[in-house]
């Protein structure tokens, strides 16, 4: 079983910036696609971003230029540097971590979410 623990959510006034990160533990396993979600008040869960084993990455339209995925694959750490915050930014971001168990099953797992609140 894997683990993620999120930090680095708060809130922040608008063109502000914070950096989440995810870091991920438990039983042996190998770490595929790696991910960014996010949840406002009233909405379903979206896309924000994601980075592949090789360190391609895929954004959202609505946070091209501002965020910036990475991952640290020798401490299974995941981050989300965004910049130039806005208000509609502010929702609950979900870490997602697709990954191969010691038996080469593929699972999918989430973190706990972590509040991000811009104000204007």
């Known amino acids: 079983q894997l683990q993620l623990v999120e930090s680095g959510g708060g809130l922040v006034q608008a063109g502000g910036s914070l950096e989440l990160s995810c870091t991920a533990s438990g039983s042996p396993f190998r770490i595929l696609a790696m991910g960014w979600y996010r949840q406002a008040p009233g909405k379903q869960r979206e896309l924000v971003a994601t980075?592949?084993?090789?360190?391609?990455?895929n954004y959202a339209d609505s946070v091209k230029g501002r965020f910036t995925i990475s991952r640290d694959n020798s401490k299974n750490t995941l981050y989300l540097q965004m910049n130039s915050l806005k208000p509609e930014d502010t929702a609950v971001y979900y870490c997602n971590v697709q990954a191969l168990n010691s038996v080469l099953r593929r699972n999918n797992y989430w973190g706990q979410g972590t509040q991000v609140t811009v104000s204007s």
């Open positions: 980075i592949g084993s090789g360190g391609s990455t």
